[in-house]
């Protein structure tokens, strides 16, 4: 069974930066690929960036492009979000999430979810 726990969230103020930290356990890299989304309150989930298995090829949403970054740690064992330049409209719960297919996970067939780690900019 795949497990994933986020952490990093919070406050942050505009043009700051957070960088959020998933961690999986139960989970082999090569096998799966895994991705970061967002809900804000009132809007539907959106993904902001997928990791495909193996850690060669990462995909942003148009949204994020050039101030979020996604990498994976040397163990293949933690996936980072490192989000420079916010914007209040980055404000949103943000979920990890794992599957063994990139365009149907990016597409929103989640086999795995974490349980989200809320980021604030104001």
């Known amino acids: 069974e795949v497990q994933l726990v986020e952490s990093g969230g919070g406050p942050a103020q505009p043009g700051g930066s957070l960088t959020l930290s998933c961690t999986a356990s139960?989970?082999?890299?090569?096998?799966?690929?895994i991705a970061w989304f967002r809900q804000a309150p009132g809007k539907e989930r959106e993904g902001v960036a997928v990791?495909?298995?193996?850690?060669?090829?990462?995909d942003y949403a148009e949204s994020v492009k050039g101030r979020f970054t996604m990498s994976l740690d040397n163990a293949k064992t933690t996936v980072y979000l490192q989000m420079n330049t916010l914007k209040p409209e980055d404000t949103a719960m943000y979920y990890c999430a794992a599957g063994s297919s990139c365009p149907r996970l990016w597409a929103g067939y989640v086999t795995y979810w974490g349980q989200g780690t809320q980021v604030t900019v104001s």
């Open positions: 990791l495909y298995a193996g850690g060669g090829r990462v």
């Open positions: 139960g989970y082999t890299n090569s096998r799966y690929c």
